[in-house]
């Protein structure tokens, strides 16, 4: 059976501007220490546009997957769906978010044996969605009392005990900008959701989705 998450996303009334439908691949494979060996032709290309040059052009070969994922809860359950793919018979597949500053990302991801007891992580870019403004996100360095918490997984932040879409964090209109500096978690949905498909490896009672680092 394959293993497949999906709805980890805000429904679909809650969402604004024009959609446009896409089918952009990126791949890359993993060795068995999780080491990134090989990108697909699409990586550069992804890279340069989501203003990340120096993932570019080979930058990220020999390096291990986890160098680039934030967050305790998102980087153990990256470690638990590399286990959940080499120990099954099928691909592991999700959707989730990676939104750039004005567009909505939506991709979905499979992950699968490949030889050798490498990992094939295959990423498509299913849809955007434009922003009204432009909220560029960070990584803080120090996390403090308010700083945000973004979901690896679907991106929203989480403010005053909600998880809402960044754009709705600012009073404003649209066409301005905005700046955010956020650590790294897994809402409670995306938790749940990403439990069921992790299973039976699962996660330990101790990380809590409220907690990410
Ligand atoms: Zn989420």
């Given at each position: 059976m394959t293993h497949r998450l999906r709805s980890s996303i805000l429904p679909l009334q809650?969402?604004?501007?024009?959609?446009?439908?896409?089918?952009?691949r990126v791949d890359f494979y993993l060795n068995d220490l999780d080491e990134?060996?090989?990108?697909?032709?699409e990586w550069d290309d992804f890279a340069l546009k989501?203003?990340?040059?120096?993932?570019?052009?080979?930058?990220?070969i020999g390096r291990p997957l986890l160098d680039f994922v934030s967050g305790n809860v998102t980087r153990h359950f990256v470690e638990t769906l590399l286990l959940t793919?080499?120990?099954?018979?099928?691909?592991?597949?999700?959707?989730?978010?990676?939104?750039?500053?004005?567009?909505?990302?939506?991709?979905?991801?499979?992950?699968?044996?490949?030889?050798?007891?490498?990992?094939?992580?295959?990423?498509?870019l299913l849809r955007t969605e434009l922003r009204s403004k432009?909220?560029?996100?960070?990584?803080?360095?120090q996390r403090s009392r308010n700083t945000p918490v973004r979901c690896s997984m679907c991106n929203l932040l989480l403010s005053k005990s909600q998880w809402i879409e960044p754009e709705h964090i600012f009073e404003s209109?649209?066409?301005?900008t905005h700046g955010i500096f956020v650590i790294y978690g897994i809402?409670?949905?995306?938790?749940?959701?990403?439990?069921?498909?992790?299973?039976?490896?699962g996660v330990p009672d101790s990380v809590n989705p409220a907690l990410p680092c």
């Open positions: 809650q969402l604004q501007g024009p959609c446009r439908p896409m089918d952009i990134i060996i090989s990108v697909g032709q989501n203003g990340a040059p120096e993932l570019a052009g080979g930058g990220v793919a080499r120990a099954g018979s099928q691909p592991v597949e999700l959707d989730y978010r990676c939104d750039s500053p004005d567009e909505r990302r939506y991709m979905h991801m499979r992950v699968s044996l490949a030889d050798n007891n490498t990992v094939c992580f295959s990423n498509t432009k909220i560029f996100i960070n990584k803080a360095a209109g649209p066409g301005e809402c409670s949905r995306c938790f749940t959701e990403l439990q069921s498909i992790v299973a039976p490896a």
